[in-house]
């Protein structure tokens, strides 16, 4: 059973332009969602985290759009960048952050110059 | 801050000996995660530890896998025998409160 369903699994976007991934999930006892970055040969990096009790999160030009009711969550990257090329994964967990992360399967990401 | 630390990085071994993978959390951080990734199937937790003490486990795939942290600075993840499905990347992670912090993992390769 996928948990955490993301999409979609690439894509391609101008330089400067706006990239957007989006997941869904199931459990409704998640209460913490990261967004991840990863690099080839790396481990994942965190890029973001939202709580449920709010609907949106900024920081810098990355936003996270977060829609209760639906379990729908999703990562924006405004004026995306060469070097945003990466995989991203979208994850959720209960116990406010406390325990394992359930990963969606990730997005692969190209920014085109 | 040093970040998670694994060792060894790359390690090549054959079907049927055992295999131990080494983590070194942040310090300060109380809870460790252990991780693997494969094209397969993601990312996906195999076990985590909080204060040291096993919480989950239930994402450890068979017996031949087994995980320690005797000490707040230290976790291994042992495969015993090892099999060429075990190749996969192995993540370790470390918390403090709720931001999960990844290590550079370690690339194992069974033949």
């Known amino acids: 059973q996928q948990q955490v369903k993301q999409s979609p699994q690439s894509l391609i976007v101008q330089k400067g332009g706006i990239s957007i991934i989006n997941c869904a999930y199931e459990?409704?006892?998640?209460?913490?969602f990261p967004w991840y970055q990863q690099f080839p040969g790396k481990g994942p990096a965190l890029l973001i985290a939202?709580?449920?009790?709010?609907s949106e999160k900024k920081e810098g030009r990355f936003t996270i759009s977060f829609n209760k009711s639906a379990k729908q969550f999703s990562l924006h990257i405004m004026d995306s960048q060469p070097g945003d090329s990466a995989t991203y994964f979208c994850a959720a967990t209960s116990g406010g952050g406390a325990d394992g992360l359930t990963f969606g399967k990730g997005t692969h990401l190209i920014i085109q110059p | 801050d040093a970040g998670v630390i694994q060792s060894p990085r790359h390690e090549v071994t054959e079907m049927g000996q055992e295999v131990t993978l080494r983590c070194k959390p942040i310090s300060g951080h109380n809870s460790l995660f252990w991780y693997r990734q494969t094209m397969m199937r993601g990312l996906e937790l195999l076990i985590y530890f909080n204060n040291n003490v096993p919480i989950d486990d239930s994402g450890m795939p068979e017996d031949r896998f087994s995980a320690k942290m005797p000490n707040a600075s230290f976790s291994t993840l042992k495969i015993q025998p090892s099999e060429p499905r075990d190749s996969a990347v192995y993540f370790c992670?470390?918390?403090?409160?709720?931001?999960?912090?990844f290590g550079p993992g370690t690339r194992l390769t069974v033949t």
């Open positions: 459990n409704t006892a998640f209460d913490y």
């Open positions: 992670a470390s918390s403090g409160r709720n931001e999960q912090y």
């Open positions: 939202i709580r449920p009790d709010v």
